[in-house]
């Protein structure tokens, strides 16, 4: 969602004003905030027996980025990226210790 979208929110269900500075800052104290849990649930992400994956591409300021979905029985992983290929801290391992890519990985793919 866009800084404009969400100012537009604010103004109009809200009732007020808020600058793209003001929610920049925002989202970097949240991203903060929130690093451990994510790395926790990524660091889980290994852990699970299945798993579905799925990545999309859109444009952010006309740069290509790719999302990423990784879902688990009972939590979501979204990873926002510049490529196609698979997060590096989000890449699985088979039981040989070899990377498996998830974007090659089909959908409850068993990554014991």
């Given at each position: 969602?866009?800084?404009?979208?969400?100012q537009d929110?604010?103004?109009?269900?809200?009732?007020?004003?808020?600058?793209t500075g003001?929610l920049?800052?925002?989202?970097?104290?949240?991203s903060?905030?929130?690093?451990g849990?994510?790395?926790?649930?990524v660091a889980?992400?290994?852990?699970e027996k299945?798993?579905?994956?799925?990545?999309t591409g859109?444009?952010?300021?006309g740069k290509?980025?790719?999302t990423w979905?990784?879902r688990?029985?009972?939590?979501?992983v979204?990873?926002i990226?510049p490529?196609?290929?698979p997060p590096?801290?989000?890449?699985?391992?088979?039981?040989?210790r070899?990377?498996?890519?998830a974007?090659?990985?089909?959908?409850?793919?068993?990554?014991?």
């Amino acid at each position: 969602m866009s800084f404009t979208t969400i100012q537009d929110f604010f103004a109009e269900v809200v009732g007020i004003k808020v600058s793209t500075g003001f929610l920049a800052k925002q989202v970097r104290k949240t991203s903060v905030a929130l690093k451990g849990t994510y790395d926790d649930l990524v660091a889980q992400l290994r852990k699970e027996k299945h798993l579905h994956l799925d990545e999309t591409g859109s444009k952010e300021n006309g740069k290509r980025r790719w999302t990423w979905c990784l879902r688990a029985k009972s939590f979501t992983v979204f990873h926002i990226g510049p490529t196609g290929s698979p997060p590096r801290q989000t890449r699985l391992r088979n039981p040989n210790r070899h990377p498996l890519p998830a974007k090659v990985a089909p959908p409850q793919t068993n990554v014991r």
